[in-house]
């Protein structure tokens, strides 16, 4: 069974734009990561958020996280073609995080047109 | 090598046959992990490697699903039997420590089982 939730299911935008996907999450959580996937590549690792952090940076990518309302956001500015790709937030099986074993959403496609 | 590789890139079985896929994590790392991801969704976790140990396998759909890391590092994932349901990639991820520690995915395997 999987964890989150994301919203939109795909999003297509013109090169330049910002693009939001959303994530919702069940059951409490130690970090919340976001996962890239290329078309038949494997996943890449953008960013890590903690549970007692609110909102993290890494380059044009902007992460939100709110544990009351379980669910983080992944912001991605002045978007380029090279940003076509799915994107899934993925959760610590449990709330120590300590197993590893990750639960990922259905992920949001995006496509970024030139 | 620099990343995750894993072998074959595309494996095609008859219903019936059995199939082995391999994982290569990055030296030295000691977790491994083992995902099957479904056309359009999010990876689903199988199963849990520290070191030789397997300590999780709870992800793992029958017990025609095998896996195994006799020497803590190269893993192989077998499935006896194949049914088409089977059909999927299967990521290999690794990461340096236990737990909490970035995953490094692989490209996949992507299975087709006719």
């Known amino acids: 069974s999987q964890q989150g939730e994301e919203d939109p299911q795909a999003l297509s935008i013109q090169e330049g734009e910002n693009a939001t996907m959303n994530c919702s999450y069940k059951?409490?959580?130690?970090?919340l990561q976001w996962y890239r996937q290329n078309s038949g590549r494997g996943l890449v690792h953008l960013i890590l958020i903690r549970s007692n952090e609110r909102e993290k940076h890494s380059g044009r990518l902007r992460v939100t996280l709110d544990t009351s309302k379980k669910s983080s956001s992944l912001l991605i500015t002045a978007s380029r073609a090279a940003d076509t790709a799915s994107y899934f937030c993925a959760t610590p099986r449990s709330p120590s995080g300590n197993t590893g074993k990750l639960i990922f959403g259905q992920g949001t496609t995006l496509q970024v047109k030139p | 090598g620099a990343g995750v590789s894993q072998s074959p890139r595309y494996k095609v079985a008859k219903r019936g046959q059995d199939v082995a896929l391999r994982c290569d994590p990055i030296s030295g790392h000691v977790s491994l992990f083992w995902y099957q991801q479904a056309l359009g969704q999010g990876p689903e976790f199988l199963t849990y490697?520290?070191?030789?140990?397997?300590?999780?396998k709870s992800g793992l759909p029958s017990d025609r699903f095998f896996a195994e890391r006799p020497e803590g590092s190269v893993s192989t994932l077998k499935i006896q039997r194949t049914q088409q349901e089977d059909s999927a990639v299967y990521l290999c991820a690794s990461s340096r420590g236990q737990g909490t520690d970035t995953q490094y995915f692989g490209p996949g395997t992507r299975l087709t089982v006719l």
């Open positions: 490697f520290q070191n030789e140990a397997q300590l999780d």
């Open positions: 059951t409490s959580i130690n970090n």
